[in-house]
Antibody, heavy 119, light 107 residues
Framework: QVQLQESGPGLVKPSGTLSLTCAVS?????????WTWVRQPPGKGLEWIGE???????NYNPSLQSRATISIGKSMAQFSLKLTSVTAADTAVYYC????????????WGQGTLVTVSS | DIQVTQSPSSLSASVGDRVTITCRAS??????LNWYQHKPGKAPKVLIY???FLQSGVPSRFSGTGSGTDFTLTISSLQPEDFATYYC?????????FGQGTKLEIK
C-alpha cells in the first residue's frame, strides 16, 4: 500500500520561499509514475501545481509564473516542492499525489499540509 | 490551458436521491476525464477515471459517462457518506485542470 506524507513549515513570510517534502512509502519514485502537487486555498477549489517523473522531467502550471520547482530527493523516496516569492494568495493546503495509468488519475494522496503566508 | 467548467456549483439533495453533476471542457479531451470526492480535512479520493471506469473499492452507485467535451457523474442513490465536494479533472494536457467543484449538501 503506497502512502504519501507531506511535511514542511506551516508558516512562511511574504516574499519568502515555501518548501515542502512528500515522503513516499510502500512504493518507489523510480517506478513508472508521475508525482504531483495540488493545493487548495481556504474556501476555494483544487489547483494543480505541477508534476515530476523519476527521470526529472517536469510540468508546471503556467499560472504560477515560473515560481514553482519540483524535484526528487537523492534517496528516491521523496519529492519536493519549492515556491518562491510567496504572497498571501499562496496560503493553502498542499497535497502530494501519485499519478496512475494511461489517463494519469491521482490514485494515492497525502493527507495535506496547511501552509500560511503571513508576517 | 484547457478550462473545465462544472455545474452546478452546489446541490442540495436527500438520501436516496439520484444526482447528476456535469463537467464541460473547453476543447475535446478524449477520455482523459477523472472525478474526485473531497471531504473536509481529508485527502481527495478518485472515484472515476477515464470517464467511466470505477476506481477499485468505490461503490457501484457512482458512474460516469460522456465523451469529447461533455461529461457527467451520477450517484444513483445518495447515501449519507456521499455528502462532499466533487471535482472533475482533465488529464489530457498539462496543466491538468480541475473543475471548480460541486458541493453536495443534505436537504
Amino acid at each position: 500500500q503506497v502512502q504519501l506524507q507531506e511535511s514542511g513549515p506551516g508558516l512562511v513570510k511574504p516574499s519568502g520561499t515555501l518548501s515542502l517534502t512528500c515522503a513516499v512509502s510502500g512504493g518507489f519514485i523510480n517506478s513508472s509514475h508521475w508525482w504531483t502537487w495540488v493545493r487548495q486555498p481556504p474556501g476555494k477549489g483544487l489547483e494543480w501545481i505541477g508534476e515530476i517523473y523519476h527521470s526529472g522531467s517536469t510540468n508546471y502550471n503556467p499560472s504560477l509564473q515560473s515560481r514553482a520547482t519540483i524535484s526528487i530527493g537523492k534517496s528516491m523516496a521523496q519529492f519536493s516542492l519549492k515556491l518562491t516569492s510567496v504572497t498571501a494568495a499562496d496560503t493553502a493546503v498542499y497535497y502530494c499525489a501519485r499519478n496512475e495509468g494511461p489517463v494519469q488519475q491521482l490514485d494515492y494522496w497525502g493527507q495535506g499540509t496547511l501552509v500560511t503566508v503571513s508576517s | 490551458d484547457i478550462q473545465v467548467t462544472q455545474s452546478p456549483s452546489s446541490l442540495s439533495a436527500s438520501v436516496g436521491d439520484r444526482v447528476t453533476i456535469t463537467c464541460r471542457a473547453s476543447q475535446t479531451i478524449a477520455d482523459y476525464l477523472n472525478w474526485y470526492q473531497h471531504k473536509p480535512g481529508k485527502a481527495p479520493k478518485v472515484l472515476i477515471y477515464a470517464v467511466s471506469f470505477l476506481q477499485s473499492g468505490v461503490p457501484s452507485r457512482f458512474s460516469g459517462t460522456g465523451s469529447g467535451t461533455d461529461f457527467t457523474l451520477t450517484i444513483s442513490s445518495l447515501q449519507p457518506e456521499d455528502f462532499a465536494t466533487y471535482y472533475c479533472q482533465q488529464s489530457y494536457s498539462t496543466p491538468h485542470t480541475f473543475g471548480q467543484g460541486t458541493k453536495l449538501e443534505i436537504k
